[in-house]
């Protein structure tokens, strides 16, 4: 299993750009999400999907969009990249939508600068 | 109010001493509970999960208090490797992060 992966690992966007983080999981789990990573601010969550097809904000929502078309794959979109979403981004899955034990797993990383 | 609060630190303590965090949460719908270690530039990763009875993994005990909403994290006899972010995670459906407490282990 390769687990959680992200990509890119780095990117540097300008102000304006457009782009797409991947996130993938092979483990067929129904929990994934998007946290944001600030100096100080802890983990915020961005949105997070409870299967294919259902989606949901988080904590820090705007200026992101996701969608869940499959298990496996869960990408966030940078809509128009501002120099407040500099940023190292997670993406994490876990078993089970409902609650429960289950621990998240989290994916490498994407390290974002905006100019 | 953050629903996940936690002391920021940093705790900087020798090698062998014994080092407690906690972390408060507001939500009372809460349903589970977990410790998360990050280090530096890296992704969290699982270090315990809380159970309302407490529950103990080698130097470390955790705790949980339903009533007063909190829950603690003892680290015993610490070691230079212990040195990292610890992060409070309380889940209803989704998670969510404290900001992390900061442990420095010193020789």
């Known amino acids: 299993n390769a687990g959680v992966t992200q990509t890119p690992k780095f990117q540097v966007l300008k102000t304006g750009q457009s782009m797409t983080l991947q996130c993938a999981q092979d483990m067929n789990h129904e929990y994934m999400s998007w946290y944001r990573q600030d100096p100080g601010m802890g983990l915020r969550l961005i949105h997070y999907s409870v299967g294919a097809g259902i989606t949901d904000q988080g904590e820090v929502p705007n200026g992101y969009n996701v969608s869940r078309s499959t298990t496996e794959d869960f990408p966030l979109r940078l809509l128009s990249a501002a120099p407040s979403q500099t940023s190292v981004y997670f993406c994490?899955?876990?078993?089970?939508?409902?609650?429960?034990?289950?621990?998240?797993?989290f994916g490498p990383g994407t390290r974002l600068l905006v100019l | 109010r953050k629903e996940v609060e936690q002391d920021p630190g940093p705790f900087n303590v020798p090698e062998g001493a014994t080092v407690a965090f906690n972390c408060t949460y507001s939500n009372s719908a809460s349903q589970s509970f977990f410790w998360y270690r990050q280090d530096c530039r890296k992704e969290p990763k699982l270090l315990m999960s809380v159970y309302s009875s407490g529950n103990e993994d080698g130097r470390f005990t955790a705790q949980l208090n339903r009533a007063s909403q909190y829950i603690s994290l003892l680290i015993r006899d610490s070691k230079l490797s212990d040195s990292a972010t610890y992060l409070c995670v309380v889940r209803t459906y989704k998670y969510i992060f404290g900001t992390g407490t900061r442990l420095k282990v010193l020789a």
């Open positions: 994490a899955s876990s078993y089970s939508a409902t609650g429960g034990r289950e621990t998240q797993y």
